[in-house]
């Protein structure tokens, strides 16, 4: 199941818990890190981190699974990633935390 796309865990993970714990593992550190960066709270980042996955949990169940954002995929490099990242969330906690 390791290999399976991303796709098919969420679509999976309605009847499959074990479906979305792949996926949560797959991108559990990358999101977390990312979150960290941006900030500087672990506290925080760790809420949000769970935000982030209950969401994904809720749109596979509403059978929408939203895209894995490119701005958290490990194939682009962290300078890009705090550049190109989508406002909202994570700029509000950016002027939250200063």
Same mark, same amino acid.
């Given at each position: 199941?390791?290999?399976? @796309?991303? *796709?098919?865990?969420?679509? *999976?993970?309605?009847? &499959?818990?074990?479906?979305? *714990?792949?996926?949560?593992? /797959?991108?559990?550190?990358?999101? =977390?890190?990312?979150?960290?960066? #941006?900030?500087? /709270?672990?506290?925080?980042?760790?809420?949000?981190?769970?935000?982030?996955? $209950? $969401?994904?949990?809720? =749109?596979?169940?509403?059978? =929408?699974?939203?895209?894995?954002?490119?701005?958290?995929? @490990?194939?682009?490099? @962290?300078?890009?990633?705090?550049?190109?990242? @989508?406002?909202?969330? $994570? /700029? #509000?906690? #950016?002027? &939250?935390?200063?």
């Amino acid at each position: 199941m390791s290999d399976t @796309p991303d *796709a098919e865990l969420l679509a *999976a993970s309605h009847s &499959d818990p074990d479906a979305f *714990a792949v996926f949560y593992r /797959r991108y559990e550190r990358l999101v =977390a890190g990312w979150l960290v960066r #941006q900030c500087r /709270r672990p506290d925080l980042a760790a809420e949000l981190t769970g935000e982030v996955f $209950a $969401a994904y949990l809720a =749109a596979a169940h509403a059978h =929408a699974p939203p895209q894995v954002p490119q701005a958290l995929t @490990p194939q682009r490099p @962290p300078e890009q990633a705090v550049e190109t990242a @989508p406002a909202g969330r $994570a /700029r #509000q906690v #950016q002027r &939250d935390a200063v």
